[in-house]
């Protein structure tokens, strides 16, 4: 039994070597002349992958690669509905990637708890292409981790061939009796835990729980009223007029144009106070090929692919290169560039003081522990 259990022992050390959660060299993966392997992590809807005659942006990255280091490399894309079912799996240990896309306030947690790598710039030269106001941010202050990717506001989506526009007052709408059944929330806690305090003029970063409690209050007084909880489902409700109110991200609103049936009409309210949101690149600790995943992200930033993501995600870009591009611009049209864009040189200022932070550990527990009750009731 010694003898087994040592052996054991033996080939869990050496499976450990080999598939520790480090971080290593782009080229050791392929040392023997074999493919590369990039585990990308990101949210459904949020890389041009291709369709009707998109860019192709991880077919583009594998052709680029091989031809710019000699190397093939094969990238698996996975997707999450939202960032605790990210962080959950992440943190648990239960899944092991290489490039992950947060949004800021998970990245400051992940960062506070030893989750995430600091980043070899010299492995992303494209990093000059980041606009400066999108840099030195809250949750990344020292610029360490993160590579902005897009960012943008929360909203109120609504179709107009339902909905009054006397109505359209701002938060209030998403509990207006007269549209029971037929009202979306978000199904994560921080966005809706934010549109409740948002209403009641509370701080989205109190560290008081008695104004959770009104938040949570303002939730349970929803509930009635609510259609269901959806993150990605949002798309096909509101698109299909199943669901008259929603509330979602400023980019995924024009996305959401495109696939609205003939009979939907669906329009955009911006609340005079909502979160601005970043969600930024990054690798997290359990990387198995850090400078592969550096060279990814890189790769992002370039023209076709900074500027083709954006057209496919319809997110604003923190890259000056999309911003600048006239055929980006005159493909998503001044309307929607005064939606994306609004006063994009005092982003950093504005972002600082209402973006969502990260919660001390009792409030958090306190947030998750009122939302899954909001989610049960």
């Known amino acids: 039994m010694k003898k087994t259990l040592s052996l054991l022992l033996l080939i869990a050390l050496l499976c450990g070597l080999l598939t520790g959660c480090g971080g290593g060299k782009a080229e050791s993966a392929g040392a023997a002349g074999g493919t590369l392997t990039l585990n990308v992590y990101n949210w459904g809807e949020y890389i041009s992958d291709g369709s009707e005659d998109s860019y192709d942006t991880i077919a583009e990255f594998e052709r680029w690669y091989q031809e710019t280091y000699g190397q093939k490399v094969k990238v698996n894309y996975d997707t999450y509905a939202s960032n605790e079912d990210m962080y959950a799996k992440l943190s648990a240990g239960a899944v092991s990637y290489d490039v992950i896309i947060p949004s800021d306030y998970m990245i400051a947690r992940m960062a506070d708890e030893g989750l995430l790598l600091e980043l070899d710039f010299d492995n992303i030269p494209n990093y000059v292409n980041i606009d400066e106001t999108f840099r030195s941010l809250y949750y990344d202050p020292d610029n360490k981790y993160t590579v902005p990717y897009v960012f943008g506001a929360i909203g109120i989506l609504y179709d107009a061939n339902q909905v009054d526009p006397a109505d359209v007052t ?115 600790k359990c990387c198995q090929n850090k400078e592969l995943a550096e060279r990814f992200i890189n790769f992002m930033l370039e023209h076709d692919a900074a500027v083709a993501n954006a057209l496919y995600t319809c997110d604003a870009s923190p890259n000056r290169l999309v911003y600048t591009d006239e055929a980006y611009r005159e493909e998503m049209g001044e309307e929607a560039l005064e939606i994306l864009y609004p006063d994009r040189r005092e982003f950093a200022e504005t972002y600082n003081k209402v973006a969502f932070r990260n919660l001390p550990p009792e409030i958090l527990e306190y947030m998750n522990t009122l939302w899954e009750n909001v989610k049960i009731s």
């Not at 994560?188 to 409740?196: Q, S, V």
């Not at 696939?259 to 997290?284: K, W």
């Open 170 to 284: 701002g938060w209030d709408l998403l509990w207006n009796e007269k549209y029971a059944g037929s009202i979306l929330q978000f199904n994560n806690p921080r966005d809706a835990f934010g549109t409740a305090m948002y209403r009641l003029g509370i701080d989205v970063n109190s560290t008081d729980k008695s104004d959770w409690d009104k938040a949570y209050d303002a939730l349970m007084e929803q509930r009635p009223l609510r259609y269901g909880l959806v993150m990605d489902e949002i798309y096909n409700l509101m698109g299909s007029g199943e669901a008259a109110i929603g509330v979602y991200y400023t980019g995924d609103y024009f996305f959401m144009l495109d696939g609205q049936s003939g009979d939907v009409d669906l329009r955009f309210c911006a609340p005079e106070h909502t979160n601005l949101y970043v969600d930024a690149m990054c690798i997290p």
